[in-house]
């Protein structure tokens, strides 16, 4: 019986025939696995895509024992079989992994699209499949077609790796800010105290005078490479980089080549920061003022830091400015509670807004406050960036009889950003507030039209946004894209005032107020920006009562006259007819500033303002002929200061919330000012209409306003008794007292003018228009009436 079984099997494999002998397959091209291999272009098994012939976890598999194929990790890595190399996974433009997806050898099917791979020409030989024989070359097209789109991918990767050191840095520790005290800073020698460890901070600038005790920067006694600048953060600190400036002064040119950096925890033993195993030297600077960032080859924690010159300027000596950039760190060893600034409570944007990024911040407090804000433009600057103001009224967009208008400005310098970044957070304090019923906020909402001018000069600006808050400099932005500083660009009205009152001729021949334009400023030739237009234009359209213009690099409020009326002198006292009220004004902003009102308020650079109270005349500070705050004066009703904000032209964006506490409180209460003072209505007594372009005169102060085009005005005064008078051309001058007290209500003042006797007699209203025919008939009667009185008497 076993037998039987085995007979039949014998005649089957004499019966089969024999398979056909197998070829050898073209160099790189080995022969495909049997059983293994997917179809080109379909998903194998698994559904995901994966080439025929590679390893479930993505490493291609190993070719037939003889290919002289390499190992996966080296160089030259394993052809995979034909028609199926070159496809990656579908849904991916790339292999699956750097390992895996090497290219493959000269002559391979999966070889460069210029240099496609032979057809195998056994295979075309074979029965059945070879009328087949052209689809490999369709197959080969469409890799090429696939390997052009990876090669256009590439290029893609070192972008992404291009922009990752553009990521946020540490902060700067605070040597420009005056956050790091002079206590913090040490030397190894110094010339003299002026050019003392304590100077050695980014952008400081010097006094006038040479070898005084405010100098531009440190300076060491000897020159040789053993002498340092040391920082204490007086914490562990991860520090990444250093800032170096040459020694500001208009005397010496000196500046540091090169240097060296050193750490320590304890300032004894010092560990140099290397380059791999060399000592790092890093370059410095080729000028006084342009600051130069050494970024550290890698962060390194500690508590001190020194930066050790090696080279300077060869006909100069060792001197420089200095900022460190770091992020302190906790330290689990200290009991002490570090001191740190209140942080805001507040939910504001605080980082610096370029242009692009103010646009959407105002649209977005638009659209979150539309009955109450209103977004326009005043004109654009000389690269065409528009100059948007936002208004904040309980009625956008009109004037309400009896409501003055104030206005902030900011960014007259565009490197002086601070301000920006403090209007713009106004605006969605002012908002937020007002939907919260904050009542202070929404009494001065609803009872003052607010205009805010973030960015005056938007094009500097953008200038010194692209350099970043520690490399833009003392200057760099200043000015307008022409070159023009804007804060020097009004017309000259005060040399005419002045000129006028040597010679008797104010206020009967010459005003003291509304001063017009000269000619030769109106001439389309004239040194005059556009954004001073905007400004001027901006100016006659609105009848703002009060204003601020903020600046940066100093704490302190100024007010006019900006220049002096001695043409010659850099410095001298000038003040205005309404001097008590200016300085009035400059102490509430001063005053109820957080960092101004410090008891550990330290100087900025050279100035002592804190004798003064941190105000002073402007003129008495250094002279600025062409101001906007004394054309403001002359030309228009407005009173308006300047405020310099922080010693710190471009604050670091992580300052910004501690500004934002700083000026707060300042810039509500200098708003609620403007209803100081008298305001009223002057009307024709006849028909109760204003008058607008009325002239308002008080008794003892040579300065004048006019009414607005609704006949309404505001007088800016100081408690007390005054004597005010109200005239227009074609009616009766008519005065009468106003008393004014020290609540921050305005006084009411209104005047009912009649005409004078001769437009009576005529009939006519002051400008030539006829009288309504009843009032012509009821002012006959009236003066019949007089006729016979008058004949009546004895």
């Known amino acids: 019986m076993p037998g039987l079984p085995l007979a039949p099997l014998l005649l089957l494999l004499l019966l089969t025939p024999p398979p056909p002998p197998a070829r050898a397959a073209p160099p790189g091209n080995p022969p495909r696995p049997r059983g293994l291999a997917a179809e080109p272009g379909r998903p194998d098994a698994t559904g995901m895509g994966t080439p025929a012939g590679a390893a479930p976890g993505g490493t ?9 194929a390499a190992t996966p990790g080296s160089t030259a890595a394993a052809a995979p079989p034909k028609g199926t190399t070159a496809r990656p996974p579908q849904g991916g433009g790339a292999s699956t992994s750097k390992s895996t997806a090497a290219a493959p ?7 460069t699209p210029s240099s496609p791979g032979p057809p195998e020409r056994g295979r075309l030989k074979e029965g059945g499949p070879g009328a087949k024989a052209p689809v490999p070359r369709k197959k080969l097209v469409r890799v090429k077609v696939v390997k052009k789109k990876v090669v256009k991918k590439k290029p893609k990767a070192p972008a992404k790796d291009s922009a990752a050191p553009q990521e946020p840095q540490c902060p700067p520790l605070g040597l420009e800010s005056l956050r790091v005290l002079d206590s913090q800073l040490r ?16 952008n400081i600038q010097s006094g006038l005078y040479d070898g005084d005790f405010y100098d531009g920067g440190w300076c060491a006694g000897q020159e040789d490479t053993e002498q340092w600048l040391e920082v204490d953060a007086r914490r562990l600190t991860n520090f990444t980089g250093v800032i170096t400036q040459g020694l500001n002064s208009i005397w010496t040119y000196d500046w540091v080549t090169s240097y060296k950096v050193q750490v320590s925890n304890d300032t004894h033993t010092w560990q140099p920061c290397r380059n791999g195993t060399e000592e790092a030297v890093f370059p410095g600077n080729k000028d006084p003022e342009t600051p130069v960032l050494n970024l550290l080859p890698s962060p390194v924690v500690a508590r001190y830091l020194r930066i050790n010159p090696q080279t300077w300027f060869q006909n100069g000596t060792i001197c420089l400015r200095a900022e460190v950039l770091g992020c302190p760190l906790p330290d689990p060893n200290n009991i002490y509670a570090w001191q740190s600034q209140p942080l805001p409570t507040d939910k504001l944007d605080f980082r610096h807004h370029n242009y692009k990024e103010m646009r959407k911040l105002m649209k977005r407090v638009n659209d979150e406050c539309p009955d109450i804000t209103r977004v326009y433009s005043i004109g654009k600057s ?12 309980d009625n956008p967009g009109q004037h309400e009889v009896g409501e003055p208008e104030f206005r902030y400005v900011a960014g007259m310098h565009g490197n002086e950003v601070l301000g920006r970044e403090l209007l713009l957070n106004l605006m969605e304090y002012l908002c937020r507030e007002f939907r919260l019923g904050n009542p202070r906020v929404v009494q001065l909402v609803t009872e003052t039209r607010i205009h805010l001018l973030p960015s005056m000069n938007p094009d500097g600006y953008e200038t010194a946004y692209k350099l970043g808050s520690e490399l833009s400099g003392w200057a760099m932005g200043r000015w307008t894209y022409e070159g023009i500083d804007l804060n020097h660009n009004f017309a000259d009205l005060n040399t005419a005032l002045w000129d006028a009152e040597d010679n008797d001729l104010v206020p009967h021949e010459f005003p003291n107020h509304y001063i017009p334009i000269p000619e030769y400023y109106t001439f389309a030739n004239a040194t005059v920006a556009p954004e001073t237009r905007a400004v001027i234009d901006w100016m006659q359209r609105y009848p703002f009562v009060l204003s601020a213009n903020l600046h940066g690099g100093e704490l302190v409020v100024t007010y006019p006259f900006d220049m002096t009326r001695t043409y010659w002198k850099a410095q001298e006292l000038t003040p205005t007819a309404d001097d008590g009220v200016f300085r009035w004004l400059a102490t509430v902003y001063a005053t109820s500033n957080l960092a101004m009102a410090s008891e550990e308020r330290r100087l900025c650079h050279y100035d002592d303002f804190t004798r003064f109270g941190n105000i002073i005349n402007g003129a008495n500070w250094h002279t600025v002929p062409g101001s906007m705050n004394d054309f403001s004066y002359l030309h228009t009703n407005c009173f308006e200061i300047t405020v310099e904000l922080s010693c710190d032209k471009f604050p670091h964006a992580s300052e910004l919330p501690a500004e934002w506490e700083n000026n707060r409180e300042s810039l509500l209460l200098y708003m609620e000012q403007v209803h100081r003072g008298i305001k009223g209505v002057v009307r024709d007594r006849d028909t109760e209409q204003g008058i607008a372009n009325a002239i308002i005169s008080v008794d003892g102060i040579n300065h004048d306003i006019r009414t607005a085009f609704d006949g309404d005005y505001w007088r800016l005064l100081n408690p007390g008794e005054y004597e005010v008078t109200a005239r227009a051309e074609g009616y009766e001058a008519a005065t009468q007292p106003c008393r004014v007290s020290y609540e921050n209500v305005p006084t009411p003042c209104s005047f009912h003018l009649a005409r004078e006797r001769r437009q009576r007699l005529r009939g006519r209203l002051p400008g030539g228009a006829r009288l309504p025919p009843d009032l012509v008939l009821r002012l006959r009667r009236q003066r019949l009436r007089r006729l016979r009185a008058h004949r009546r008497a004895p």
């Open 60 to 68: 291609a598999a190993g070719p037939p024992e003889g290919t002289g």
């Open 105 to 111: 050898p000269k002559g391979a099917a999966g070889g």
């Open 187 to 202: 030397a190894s020698s110094d010339k003299r105290y002026g050019l003392g460890a304590h100077r050695g901070r980014l």
């Open 382 to 393: 000389y690269l065409g960036l528009k100059m948007y103001v936002m208004e904040i009224s």
